[in-house]
Structures are given as C-alpha cells and as structure tokens.
Nanobody, 131 residues
Framework: QVQLVESGGGSVQPGGSLRLSCVAS????????MAWFRQAPGKEREGVAV????????NYADSVKGRFTISQDNTQNTVYLQMNSLKPEDTAMYYC????????????????????????WGQGTQVTVSS
C-alpha cells in the first residue's frame, strides 16, 4: 500500500501562483509514476500532469502546458506541482495519485485520460482561483 498526502492548496487571484506538494509513504518503491488529477464541481476528473518516478519523463494536459510544472524529490518521496498564471478555470480539488504500472505506459500523456489507471489516491487539496 502507498499513502499519499497533499498540501499547498489555497485561494489565489487570477495570474497568481501556488505550489502543491505530495508526500508518499509506504511501498513507494513499487510506484512507477505519480500524477496530479483535478476535479471541479459537476465536472469529470481531469489529468493534469504525470511524472515517472526515478526519472525525468513527464507529460501535461494541454490545458496547463506552459503554466504548470511537475517535479519530484526522490530523497523525500515528494512530488510537486508548480502552478503559475492561474486562471479561474483551474479551480478544483487537486489529487495526488500513483500507479505501479509500467513506466513506459504510465508516463505517457495517454494515462492522464484514465484516472482508474492509478491505484493510489490522496485525499485532495482545494485550489480556488478568484478575484
């Protein structure tokens, strides 16, 4: 089992920035990819960014490309999501997720369209972008 705990959410004005953190514990050696998903009220879950653990391969949804950056600190079992130029449409609950699937598959942008591909989910952290 893998436990994921997110932090860093909050309220920010349009154009502002936030950095989300996700600390993983438990059987982290088994995970090959970690990602961030988000879900706004009344909308489906949306994959935002994914990164291969113990590597530098990453991919992003078109809606956040150029504004968001996913990174990791393997020594701390932590994944980050740096969010810049935030827009009101970025308002959502953000979830940190992880999977044991093969790295070549899970790090592909394809995985961002399949939330059930990720076995482990955190409790989420709320991000609100409003003036």
């Amino acid at each position: 089992q893998v436990q994921l705990v997110e932090s860093g959410g909050g309220s920010v004005q349009p154009g502002g920035s936030l950095r989300l953190s996700c600390v993983a514990s438990g059987a982290t050696v088994s995970t090959n990819c970690m990602a961030w998903f988000r879900q706004a009220p009344g909308k489906e879950r949306e994959g935002v960014a994914v990164i291969a653990t113990r590597g530098d391969l990453s991919n992003y949804a078109d809606s956040v490309k150029g504004r968001f950056t996913i990174s990791q600190d393997n020594t701390q079992n932590t994944v980050y999501l740096q969010m810049n130029s935030l827009k009101p449409e970025d308002t959502a609950m953000y979830y940190c997720v992880a999977t044991t699937a093969a790295r070549a598959i899970c790090a592909d942008v394809w995985s961002l369209g399949r939330p059930t591909f990720f076995q482990y989910w955190g409790q989420g952290t709320q991000v609100t972008v409003s003036s």
